[in-house]
């Protein structure tokens, strides 16, 4: 197995994980999505938000979620190889992958310093944002690259 795949964590483990990193003093970044098809915008996104803290852990909708929110035929790239490719990318130290359709059962587990959206949310519709605040932490919202969306990839290539 390659090494990057060890990053792909359970819950139960992920959540071990932090508690000890958080012991220690680590600031703890967690983001979400569907990450579907990774994009220079999905790229730029993960560097910006890993600067935020010491780690980056990056709540990954499954096939399952993505069908409920985006429809039938999407994903377009399984549950799997996404993990995977998050999980190459340096700047991301974890991936957990969730079924729900949003990630707040998973941030109630984690509960991280820093929950990370991008910019196209308002901070009001970020979900799990009472979550972080009430325990202390901080809600950011990055820069949404315009032009670079999977959506927009799907609809060029058709």
Same mark, same amino acid.
């Given at each position: 197995?390659? %090494?990057?795949?060890?990053?792909?964590? $359970?819950?139960? =483990?992920? %959540?071990? /994980?932090? *508690?000890?990193?958080?012991?220690?003093?680590?600031? #703890?970044?967690?983001?979400?999505?569907?990450?579907?098809?990774?994009?220079?915008?999905?790229? %730029?996104?993960?560097?910006?938000?890993? @600067?935020?803290? $010491?780690? !980056?852990?990056?709540?990954?909708? &499954? $096939?399952? &979620?993505?069908?409920?929110?985006?429809?039938?035929?999407?994903?377009?790239?399984?549950?799997?190889?996404?993990? /995977?490719? !998050?999980?190459? !990318?340096?700047?991301?130290?974890?991936?957990?992958?969730?079924?729900?359709? =949003?990630?707040?059962?998973? !941030?109630?587990?984690?509960?991280?310093? #820093?929950?990370?959206?991008?910019?196209?949310? @308002? *901070?009001?519709?970020?979900?799990?944002?009472?979550?972080? @605040?009430?325990?202390?932490?901080?809600?950011?919202?990055?820069?949404?690259? *315009?032009? &670079? &969306? =999977? =959506? /927009? #990839?799907?609809?060029?290539?058709?």
């Amino acid at each position: 197995m390659e %090494r990057y795949r060890e990053k792909v964590k $359970d819950l139960p =483990t992920a %959540r071990d /994980e932090l *508690e000890q990193l958080k012991k220690i003093g680590k600031k #703890i970044v967690f983001t979400n999505g569907c990450f579907d098809i990774l994009h220079i915008g999905h790229a %730029r996104y993960l560097y910006a938000a890993r @600067k935020l803290g $010491d780690y !980056l852990i990056v709540a990954l909708n &499954s $096939d399952k &979620s993505v069908k409920s929110i985006k429809g039938p035929k999407r994903p377009i790239i399984n549950e799997e190889e996404r993990a /995977e490719m !998050l999980a190459a !990318l340096g700047c991301v130290d974890m991936v957990v992958m969730f079924d729900e359709d =949003t990630p707040y059962e998973i !941030l109630k587990e984690l509960v991280p310093d #820093i929950l990370v959206k991008g910019g196209d949310w @308002k *901070e009001e519709d970020i979900i799990g944002a009472d979550i972080v @605040k009430n325990a202390g932490g901080e809600v950011k919202r990055i820069t949404f690259v *315009e032009g &670079s &969306s =999977t =959506t /927009e #990839i799907i609809n060029r290539i058709r």
